[in-house]
């Protein structure tokens, strides 16, 4: 169990008797200290017992060293390295300015562990400032901004330019999908009715293999998971907060000032040492809206604002990737604007991976919607989630199969990601594809059951722009590991190749040719036209009835049964009505389509705030927040 070192004590000593801190409060944040393996000046910045400016100013003075503010005297950024900023964030310690031919360097942790740092990496004749927290935070995002931003666009288009969808088609594809077009007119014009009949075959056992292989996922991922779920519940129980390793928490936010409120207070009922959050809500530079809302709602220390610079292309990942460079956690998350995660989440994925061992690389939890019974479009997302989540992708991790990552609630271990340099900034999709990527490069996804709950699209028009963009982002992400089928083959298996295919490409093809076929049986079932008979021969025409009948109807019985495991029944019966949301999907999958060659990098932004449960949110946050302090 962990003591106050003489430090702290001396420290919250001298805190309680300048009237800083009530007595109180030194004794809640002693035991605090105690039961999170933490410090005493993390505890009382994290419970904003103290301000910051107070305590920083008061710690030089008991150490007797200067103050400085780096926003009045900045850094020399010609001391710094950026192969040393992970080591600047973990430390908060930063080499400062040289004086009188000695290097100065400034901290925010003044004591035993600073001074060994400084030693190892300036020598002993090194001078101490004390500086705060925020400053050093801010300070290195502005000498790094131009080198990180780089980074975050290109570092992977650079040094694994395969992986990444900077290249939409590549020559070979190119060339492919030419030859396919040039046999298929060949074809038309020689031989017209044997060609339609091949094509017809092709997409019909597609369309078979996709039924069959979405059927295997659900009825395996249906018994799978429980003793896992089991024993990581008891582990959680187990763990000491004083074990717990530093977590990091990312936040993308664009243009969405009137969710932060309850995004915040989500955070804040995490069960997990709030002195070990390093949370960080990643805003555009230019985003002033958001970032003034953020500033307003007088964040604790655990919050830290990452304004990423503007560059092209404008996206998440490539948010993420710039945020990663000054994380202090050993492992992290994305969590977007609107999440409320259930707060034991990062106990259990923290046991997930030490049961999981090195080579997982991801923890995948699931997703779900607060407002699913707002209007008919959110109870039908909502059965699409549950039966996504809480069916396929535990299906997917049974099977062995490269699990493509939903949008937010996946953890990773950061080595891992940085390892396989992160997010492709160019793929609209980028959980997706990071999922099939990881997979190729040997690491694992596990899943783990506990629930993300979010804002479910209630407008139709806004579904179809965020669907668009995921089903344009999963086309990159077949484009990308297509490249090199032997690869893929040899790196994920023939089961994985096989749900790659299923998975990714059946996702978007479906989409695209759902139209056509519905088209050829609505014209024959209102005309009983029987222009379609030389295309259709006696086997075919069982298969193509058996896809729409049995395919479509076990799809519909299937969302029926998503919504059992948490005891959802009441949406059951609008599973009849799911013709219509495949339609939505087929609209989306064209305006996808479409954007994928004029605007393949383009992210369609998706609005959120919409739900009328927000404005209740929104003030129930304000509310325990203020209770709180």
Request: hydrophobic share 45%.
């Amino acid at each position: 169990m962990f003591q106050l070192t003489a430090s702290d004590s001396w420290t919250g000593d001298f805190l309680a008797e300048q009237g800083l801190i009530s007595l109180k409060q030194l004794n809640e944040a002693s035991d605090l200290v105690g039961d999170w393996g933490s410090t005493l000046p993390d505890v009382l910045l994290a419970r904003s017992w103290i301000d910051a400016d107070v305590y920083y100013t008061t710690l030089a003075s008991r150490f007797g060293m200067d103050f400085v503010r780096l926003g009045d005297q900045p850094l020399d950024p010609a001391l710094l390295s950026p192969d040393l900023v992970a080591d600047y964030m973990r430390e908060l310690t930063v080499p400062w300015r040289e004086r009188n031919g000695r290097m100065v360097v400034a901290t925010a942790r003044p004591g035993p562990e600073a001074i060994v740092f400084v030693r190892e990496n300036w020598g002993p004749s090194a001078e101490m400032v004390v500086t705060s927290k925020r400053d050093i935070q801010t300070a290195i995002q502005k000498v790094f901004s131009e080198h990180f931003t780089h980074a975050a666009v290109f570092d992977l288009a650079e040094q694994d330019p395969v992986m990444s969808a900077q290249t939409v088609f590549t020559p070979g594809q190119l060339f492919v999908g030419w030859g396919g077009i040039t046999a298929a007119a060949a074809g038309l014009a020689l031989w017209p009715v044997f060609t339609l009949i091949a094509l017809n075959v092709l997409m019909s056992i597609f369309y078979l293999g996709n039924f069959v292989f979405k059927g295997i996922l659900i009825w395996a991922g249906g018994t799978h998971q429980h003793i896992r779920n089991r024993e990581i519940e008891s582990a959680v129980r187990m763990l000491r907060d004083e074990d717990l390793p530093i977590y990091t928490v990312l936040v993308p936010m664009f243009r969405e000032p009137d969710v932060l409120p309850i995004l915040a207070n989500a955070l804040r009922k995490l069960d997990y040492p709030t002195s070990k959050l390093d949370i960080k809500i990643v805003l555009e530079e230019g985003d002033d809206e958001t970032i003034d809302a953020a500033v307003a709602l007088g964040l604790e220390g655990i919050f830290e604002i990452i304004r990423v610079p503007p560059s092209q292309p404008q996206t998440k990942p490539k948010a993420c990737n710039y945020a990663l460079k000054f994380a202090r956690g050993e492992y992290l998350v994305i969590f977007d604007a609107e999440d409320k995660p259930e707060p034991d989440q990062l106990k259990k994925v923290v046991v997930a991976f030490q049961q999981g061992g090195d080579k997982v690389g991801c923890v995948q939890c699931r997703l779900n919607y607060y407002n699913r019974d707002e209007n008919w479009l959110t109870r039908l997302f909502t059965l699409d989630y549950a039966l996504w989540f809480d069916l396929m992708l535990p299906g997917l991790e049974k099977l062995g199969v490269p699990i493509p990552l939903g949008g937010t609630s996946n953890h990773f271990r950061i080595d891992v990601l940085r390892e396989l340099r992160a997010w492709d900034p160019f793929n609209v999709t980028e959980d997706a594809d990071l999922g099939i990527r990881m997979t190729q490069k040997g690491y694992g996804v596990r899943l783990v059951a506990s629930t993300t709950f979010e804002e479910a699209n209630v407008s139709q028009s806004n579904w179809v722009r965020q669907r668009s963009r995921w089903i344009k982002g999963y086309m990159q992400t077949f484009l990308v590991h297509s490249r090199r089928p032997i690869h893929l083959w040899r790196s994920t298996g023939a089961l994985g190749v096989l749900g790659f295919v299923f998975f990714i490409g059946g996702t978007m093809l479906s989409g695209l040719l759902n139209p056509l076929f519905w088209g050829i049986f609505g014209l024959w079932a209102v005309t009983r036209t029987t222009v379609f008979n030389d295309l259709f021969p006696p086997v075919l025409l069982y298969l193509s009835l058996f896809n729409l009948l049995a395919g479509n109807g076990l799809f519909m019985f299937l969302m029926m049964l998503a919504p059992f495991r948490r005891n959802w029944l009441e949406l059951t019966p609008f599973s009849l009505t799911v013709i219509w949301y495949w339609v939505l999907m087929s609209i989306a999958a064209w305006k996808g389509a479409w954007q994928l060659v004029t605007r393949p990098f383009y992210w369609e932004k998706t609005h959120h705030g919409l739900s009328r449960h927000t404005a209740g949110e929104v003030a129930q946050a304000v509310r325990e927040q203020q209770a709180q302090a």
